[in-house]
């Protein structure tokens, strides 16, 4: 065929085309493929101990015997798909949960909702037991509060020491860091300041050894400067002190709405992360702190807020491709009783234990619906505030896997054999990252707890070591060769 171009004409197009794609490759490396902790749970600097991991699960499992002591009761607390055709009477809950646990995949095909239920809620316990929470922040600042300067001295290094005897354990959550003040004018000084005698302490401690992974987490960040300062002091902090290069992560909290723009009307998201330089895993929303700072008088609901929403959405697209994740913030409605009874005092009456009972309920629910939200909505960690927020939590997240489960295994399967007929015809497969993002659904849910390798295997066909590499291409180049 006759052409005009010839190749040399187009040579140079090539080489810009090429440099420009390199580029966009290095600014959208796309998800890491590491595991995302579904929560992050916040707790004050001065509460917080070597067992503290351990102990909220305590509590999480305490608050589900008193409060909903079947998968029914449970079921009905959260809004669960289907809950309203569970049993009230413990006793008929307990004849179906035998029944499901005898024959699972009977209980699946015929009882759905009580599969659902029972699965969900035996699941929830054995994660509370087993790892009660996937990531925590010792925090310095809103779980805190501004103290004397004597007084966060003394916590930073104490939390630093309870660090330590929590490594040496073999306590802490898998993610772990903490939370600084702000680096605005009046906090800074502070900031750093707890920063540095808490990571001075720790590494004395632990010769120079972090927890992997460790963030350092800067709320309420209005400029890249203030990122960009942190970085730095990470970067001097890192051959002093004998840590790892880039030991020291950063999360950032977007709560103003100078953080989604800038005084040019630019998206600020990018600029904020860069500034970081390499060291930004996650930023994370905080709806509160945001509204407010448009002037939103006492929302009803900061967290699902049009406002809210917005932010959420300029995040979400900003950030899409960096392999940076992103997380939802707080319910702040906590499934906590009203009423205690005394050690001493008379024992409550039956109105107050009816009372307590619903405002638990109200708050799982709250709790539960937010998380839900999040997740369909492609927001897959949140934080959580108390641990009777850790069984919604859970809730949430293993009912999302799990009404989800005979779609996502068939769109896999599907995957997987469409992958194969192009091997064999020679042909490029174009729905690789599709393929890897349902992937990433199956590597999530057996992380948190959802799933098995066993289930998975057997709905997908995916082996447990195909699923560990967690790389889509690596398993066909595995059944290639």
Known sequence: MKRTLSPESLREIAVRLEQAHKAFQRRYPGPSGDRQPIHVVYGGAHLFRSGTAQRLGELALRSLDEYAPDFAAFAKAVGLAGAERLPESADQAATIAKSVEADPEAARRENRAAWLAHTVYRRIREKLRREPVEDYRIDFEDGYGNRPDEEEDGHAAAAANEVAAAMNAGALPPFFGLRIKPFNEELRERSIRTLDIFLTELAGKTRSELPKPFYITLPKVLLPDEVAALADICSNLEPMLDLEPG????????????????????????????????????????????????????????????????????????????????????????????????????????????????????????????????????????????????????????????????????????????????????????DAAMAQGLLNYFVQAITCGALTAGEVEALTGLSEAELRSASFLKILEGRRG
Not at 251 to 270: D, H, K, P, S, Y
Not at 356 to 373: S, Y
């Open 247 to 430: 030991a020291l992560r950063i999360e950032l909290m977007v709560e103003t709405a100078q953080a989604i723009f800038n005084e040019r009307g630019e998206a600020n998201l990018l600029a904020l992360v860069s500034a970081a330089r390499g060291r930004c895993a996650a930023v994370h929303f905080g709806p509160y702190d945001y509204t407010a700072s448009l002037n939103i008088t006492a929302p009803r609901d900061a967290m699902a807020h049009p406002a809210s929403d917005f932010a959420r959405g300029v995040l979400q697209t900003s950030l899409a491709g960096t392999g940076v994740r992103i997380s939802d913030g707080p319910v702040n409605i906590l499934p906590i009783p009203p009423h205690r009874a005394g050690k001493e005092g008379p024992p409550l009456t039956a109105r107050q234990l009816a009372e307590n009972r619903a405002t638990v309920h109200n708050g799982w629910r709250i709790h539960f619906d937010h998380a839900r939200r999040s997740l369909e909505r492609g927001y897959y960690q949140g934080w959580d505030l108390h641990p009777a927020q850790l069984p919604s939590r859970y809730a949430a997240v293993y009912s999302y896997f799990l009404e989800n489960l005979d779609s996502a295994s068939a769109r896999m399967r599907n995957f997987m054999d469409k992958a194969a007929q192009a091997t064999r015809v020679g042909h490029v497969f174009d």
